[in-house]
């Protein structure tokens, strides 16, 4: 007969040998993504240059498109962002910015500043929105539309942007992106391929540390502070080999809000935006997946590394949790509402590849990951820990992850060189490897307040506020 304490440590290896075996697989499907990067970064790195460029700015090919920019209490530089946007290269298009409801002087500051005058809304309202106060065109810009509307949230807004955008493609930015003055053109690539698409995401990068004038960021470098620099490798990884390995495989399941163009028609036919989520992206880009299999059509949803746009990190570990714990909140609600997709053969790459990545890859990870923590403590307390298998974990976890950071920033360094210095270059290789003592623990942690926060449904935003003390949603 087997003893109480023999079988307690025969489940704790158990547990640990399960543990050790799933880290090791996912952080394998991460280098698998990596690899699958390569080959899509040096094609993206070889159409890349001036030439196009210069191409795409005479081209009739690439479509107009509708600048969409949902604002909320950003009187402070809400002038200068405009004007950022207004002054993008490209052969056609408008900015349509939409005040939900802000309680500063965001709306005073846009009527002074581009001579705003109020007009007829000419437009329909296709996708349905909360109330809508008034619409404004500038007597300064031809090109500049303001919507003045009650506050319903970041997707309400976008939505009310959808029904003012005069052109079949619109591109979502927040307020406070800093988009690179060529990016619109680099975006537009895959039109000039004679790609069907129904989508486009870009690059999003930290811009903490950076110098910025007029709404650019005109010398790129990494903060020497531990939080945004160990920020600043996460973009790097998720965007670099993250979206790249995806795209190859055609199953990427997120377009940042902060920068992601979309075709107007399939957004009307979705419904626009869910209002009543806390990752709006996230929850467009599935119902545009399953909107897309379920009509046959053959436009595609793509990924372009190299038009970049530039976002503040939290800088404040408060200021993290709430953005961490809200991603992760959206996350498993999205994944929760399109069950129906998981393993689902219908969907493709997307059901039967993707969706179950991100439900055991991404969705379980942080209780995966903690469940690890506290079985070593529990057999710590018993005096059985296994000090040999808790070294495996570690490396498998720990080690693994450095190098996969480590290889997005050769990646970075060998292919779009953002920053030029080889002390931004040491920063990164430094923060790649403090990243797993201390910071990894603390967004497990708010990843896993996002659990009774969903089963409570409890759906708030949360509040950020930037270093300049200006709050916002995040």
């Not at 910025?212 to 996460?234: C, F, K, M, N, Y």
């Not at 495989?249 to 009307?268: P, V």
Request: proline content about 4%; hydrophobic content about 50%.
């Amino acid at each position: 007969m087997i003893a109480p304490p023999d079988i307690a440590h025969a489940v704790l290896r158990a547990g640990g040998n399960g543990i050790i075996l799933y880290m090791l697989a996912l952080n394998s499907f991460y280098a698998l993504l990596l690899l699958l990067s390569i080959p899509q970064l040096l094609r993206h790195w070889r159409i890349a240059d001036d030439v196009n460029l210069r191409l795409l700015r005479a081209a009739d090919v690439v479509p107009p498109l509708s600048v969409l920019v949902p604002t909320f209490n950003e009187e402070a530089s809400i002038v200068a962002s405009v004007l950022s946007f207004l002054s993008l290269e490209y052969p056609r298009h408008e900015v349509v910015v939409v005040n939900d409801g802000s309680t500063d002087d965001t709306m005073q500051r846009l009527i002074d500043a581009y001579a705003l005058v109020q007009v007829p809304a000419a437009y329909p309202t296709t996708v349905a929105t909360g109330p809508v106060h008034g619409c404004y065109r500038s007597s300064v810009h031809a090109k500049l539309t303001c919507i003045d509307k009650a506050n319903r949230g970041k997707g309400d807004a976008l939505n009310a942007g959808v029904n003012a955008a005069r052109f079949p493609y619109v591109l979502a930015v927040d307020a406070d992106t800093l988009i690179e003055r060529d990016a619109l053109l680099r975006l537009a690539r895959p039109f000039l391929l004679g790609e069907r698409v129904a989508a486009v995401g870009a690059t999003i990068r930290v811009a903490n540390g950076s110098r910025v004038e007029h709404g650019r960021v005109v010398d790129a470098h990494v903060d020497s502070r531990w939080l945004p620099g160990i920020q600043t490798v996460e973009y790097l990884r998720a965007f670099l080999f993250g979206r790249l390995g995806w795209n190859r495989l055609g199953g990427g399941l997120i377009i940042s809000g902060a920068f992601g163009l979309f075709k107007r028609e399939h957004l009307h036919a979705i419904g626009g935006y869910n209002a009543g989520t806390v990752t709006e992206d996230m929850d467009l880009v599935v119902r545009l997946h399953r909107h897309l299999r379920d009509t046959g059509s053959s436009d595609v949803l793509t990924f372009v590394p190299d038009p970049v746009a530039w976002t503040e990190a939290p800088v404040t570990l408060d200021v993290l949790r709430v953005q961490r714990e809200r991603w992760h909140r959206g996350l498993i609600a999205t994944l929760v509402k399109h069950r129906a997709m998981l393993f689902n053969p219908r969907y493709g790459v997307i059901g039967l590849v993707a969706f179950p990545f991100y439900v055991l890859g991404e969705m379980l990870a942080p209780l995966v990951e903690a469940c690890g923590y506290v079985l070593f403590l529990v057999a710590a307390g018993m005096g059985a820990a296994n000090y040999s298998l808790a070294l495996v974990f570690l490396a498998v976890s720990v080690g693994y992850a450095f190098l996969l950071s480590l290889w997005a920033i050769v990646l970075e360094e060998v292919s779009f060189r953002r920053y030029a210095t080889r002390k931004d270059l040491l920063k990164l290789v430094c923060f790649a490897a403090l990243e797993s003592f201390g910071y990894r623990q603390l967004t497990l942690f708010y990843r896993l307040s996002a659990f009774p926060r969903y089963l409570r449904g409890d759906m708030r935003w949360g509040v950020m506020t930037r270093e300049a003390s200006r709050p916002v949603r995040s």
